[in-house]
C-alpha cells in the first residue's frame, strides 16, 4: 500500500508553519517520507483557485488534468509515504474574490482523489487532512492577511458577519468526508500547537516518521502570525486611502518590514 496524505488546508491554521518545518527538514525526513509542497504542483493549485472563483469547465478540467499530471511523476514502487501540503487544495481563502466559504472545496478534493487512486489503483491509502481552528481566532487571522494581501476595507466585526459559513470548518470536513472516498482527518491548532512539533505533529503521526527521526528535527518558530503592534489598523487606513495599488504595496512591504525588526517575527511571515 502507498499511503498518500493530502493536507489541503485550513489556511490560517498554522499550515505555513507546517510548510516551512518540511522544507527546513526535507533531508532528514528523506528517507522516510515523500514531501512535496506547493512549488511541486503550481499548477494544480492554480487550477484550485481559478475554479473556486469562476466555477467554469474549464478550470475544472484542468484540476483533474493537473493532478494526474502530477501524481504520474510520483513513483509507484516506492514505499514511502507521500505528503502534499497546500491549503490552497482548497481554493482561494474566503474573504476575497468574492469568496464567502469553502463551497469548492469537496468537489476539488474529489477530483484530487479520483487521479490518486487512477494512478496508484488499489494499492492506494488516501487520508486528508486538515488543521482546524476556532472560528473567532480563525476569522481575525483571515482578516488579518486579507488586510495583507488584498484593498480589504472593512472592520473585523462586518468582516466576520460576511462569513459563518467560511469560519465552520467542521462543516466543510464533514462536506469533504461525505464527497470523498478517503479518510479524512482533523487536528485543531489550539492542540497540535503545544506538541513538539507543532502543527506539523500531526503529519507525523499521519506518516508513521519513526520517533528518533522525529526528536532531531529543527522546528521552527510559527511563520506568517499577526504581530500585536496595532499593524491591523494602519493597514485598514492604508487600505482606505487614495494611494494607488502600486504605491500601497510599497507601504504595506515598508511596513511590514519595520514589524519583523521590531517583533523579530520571521521573515517568511
Known amino acids: 500500500m502507498t499511503r498518500v496524505v493530502v493536507h489541503a488546508g485550513f489556511h490560517k491554521t498554522g499550515t505555513s508553519t507546517v510548510q516551512h518545518a518540511l522544507a527546513q527538514n526535507r533531508d532528514a525526513l528523506a528517507p522516510h517520507l515523500r514531501i512535496h509542497l506547493r512549488e511541486d504542483f503550481d499548477p494544480l493549485t492554480a487550477s484550485a483557485r481559478s475554479w473556486s472563483v469562476t466555477r467554469s469547465d474549464k478550470h475544472f478540467a484542468a484540476i483533474g488534468r493537473n493532478a494526474l499530471r502530477f501524481f504520474r511523476s510520483i513513483g509507484r514502487e516506492d514505499t514511502r509515504p507521500v505528503l502534499m501540503s497546500s491549503e490552497d487544495l482548497c481554493g482561494h481563502m474566503p474573504g476575497r474574490n468574492g469568496i464567502a466559504a469553502y463551497d469548492a472545496a469537496p468537489d476539488i478534493l474529489r477530483v484530487i482523489a479520483d487521479n490518486a487512486r487512477h494512478w496508484f489503483g488499489p494499492a492506494l491509502d488516501l487520508v486528508i487532512y486538515f488543521s482546524t481552528r476556532a472560528p473567532d481566532p480563525w476569522l481575525r487571522s483571515t482578516w488579518w492577511q486579507n488586510l495583507r494581501s488584498t484593498r480589504l476595507t472593512k472592520d473585523l466585526d462586518p468582516y466576520a458577519d460576511d462569513l459563518p459559513r467560511a469560519a465552520d470548518l467542521s462543516a466543510v470536513v464533514d462536506a469533504v468526508r461525505a464527497a470523498v472516498t478517503?479518510?479524512?482527518?482533523?487536528?485543531?491548532?489550539?492542540?497540535?500547537?503545544?506538541?513538539?512539533?507543532?502543527p506539523l505533529a500531526p503529519l507525523l503521526d499521519l506518516t508513521d516518521v519513526p520517533a528518533d527521526v522525529r526528536a532531531a528535527l529543527g522546528i521552527p518558530p510559527p511563520v506568517n502570525a499577526q504581530p500585536d503592534l496595532g499593524m491591523a489598523e494602519v493597514l485598514l487606513a492604508l487600505n482606505r486611502s487614495g494611494l494607488d495599488d502600486e504605491a500601497l504595496s510599497d507601504a504595506k512591504r515598508t511596513i511590514r518590514r519595520l514589524a519583523v525588526k521590531r517583533s523579530n517575527l520571521s521573515p517568511h511571515a
Open 182 to 198: 478517503a479518510q479524512v482527518v482533523t487536528a485543531p491548532l489550539e492542540d497540535s500547537a503545544a506538541r513538539p512539533e507543532g
